[in-house]
């Protein structure tokens, strides 16, 4: 129940496109959903997060929609760039009483790859 | 203001021995979480600790163990280590409980 599953695996577009990266979770306690950008040799870097109370976000470049029913989510990256290139992970966190907010449970993550 | 740092960048050690390695959280940040990165499982929490207590522990044996101290800098240790040790291990620091969490550059361990 506490699983993330994250699709797709991987991921090519060409610059200006618009890839869509998706994550689907079980545990109905879960209500911060972050998503981070790591670059190989580096840490994941948060992107942007979505609490259940809204159904999108955008920040910049980078939109999530949430679909709360469904328990999905995804991420958008519009007019994508070679230096989006990268592996993103979805991620959630929460639990009765606050009690897991610290813990963060990972999709396996999207290998992104922007072609010039 | 600067990030969150970890020490030491890359370590090699041999089945068997143990390793700390170091947490230090950005400025002010009283939360921190350790996690481990490998192409095999992807990234799976570890630990968090706040005000030196720990909150919150995942599913890994009992040769990891964690601490933190006063001014909120943290080190994680793993004894009798095994080839699966080798990771990548991340820690992360939030203000406060649940708020966002920044990673730092992770200490990559390999055990040879």
């Known amino acids: 129940q506490q699983q993330v599953k994250q699709s797709p695996q991987s991921l090519i577009v060409q610059k200006g496109g618009i890839p869509i990266i998706n994550c689907a979770y079980e545990n109905t306690a879960f209500d911060y959903f972050p998503w981070y950008q790591q670059f190989p040799g580096k840490g994941p870097a948060l992107l942007i997060a979505?609490?259940?109370?809204?159904s999108e976000k955008k920040e910049g470049r980078f939109t999530i929609s949430f679909n709360k029913s469904a328990k999905q989510f995804s991420l958008h990256i519009m007019d994508s760039q070679p230096g989006d290139s990268a592996t993103y992970f979805c991620a959630a966190s929460g639990g009765a009483g606050g009690t897991s907010y610290g813990k963060l449970t990972f999709g396996q993550g999207t290998i992104l790859t922007v072609h010039p | 203001k600067a990030g969150v740092t970890q020490t030491p960048r890359y370590l090699i050690k041999t089945r068997g021995q143990q390793v700390t390695l170091s947490c230090s959280p950005i400025?002010?940040?009283?939360?921190v979480s350790w996690y481990q990165q490998t192409p095999g499982q992807g990234l799976q929490f570890l630990f968090e600790?706040?005000?030196?207590?720990?909150?919150n522990k995942g599913n890994f044996p009992g040769r990891f163990s964690g601490r933190q101290f006063s001014n909120s800098r943290s080190e994680m240790n793993v004894s009798t280590l095994e080839l699966g040790d080798s990771a990548l291990y991340l820690c992360a620091s939030s203000l406060e409980v649940g708020e966002t969490q920044y990673f730092g550059p992770g200490t990559r361990l390999l055990v040879l």
């Open positions: 979505i609490r259940p109370d809204v």
């Open positions: 600790y706040f005000s030196e207590t720990q909150r």
């Open positions: 400025s002010g940040h009283r939360s």
